[in-house]
């Protein structure tokens, strides 16, 4: 599962945001990819590290509270990974 973080400062390094989110994700942290650090269109890949569905919305809603050096984080979760369908009723 992944959840992309918008609205990184452009102040923070890329180790710096790396340390932020592998605090506030603890185990659920698998993978942080940062792009464009330095620059207005600074944003994260955030990889789970877990299988339970909907887990990604809570985290991003929890995260979507947080602040990065002052600036208030914009999260977004995919609804389903790319291989995975949605959910019959």
């Known amino acids: 599962m992944h959840l992309t973080v918008w609205n990184v400062p452009e102040a923070c390094s890329e180790q710096d945001v790396r340390s932020f989110f592998e605090r506030e994700l603890g185990h659920y ?16 890949d955030l990889e789970l590290n877990s299988e339970v569905p909907y887990v990604a919305e809570a985290v991003a809603r929890e995260l979507q509270s947080r602040r990065l050096a002052g600036v208030a984080l914009r999260v977004s979760a995919a609804p389903f990974d790319a291989e995975d369908p949605p959910p019959r009723k």
Do not use: E, M, S
């Open 29 to 44: 942290a698998k993978g942080i990819t940062v792009y464009d650090v330095g620059t207005p269109n600074a944003h994260a």
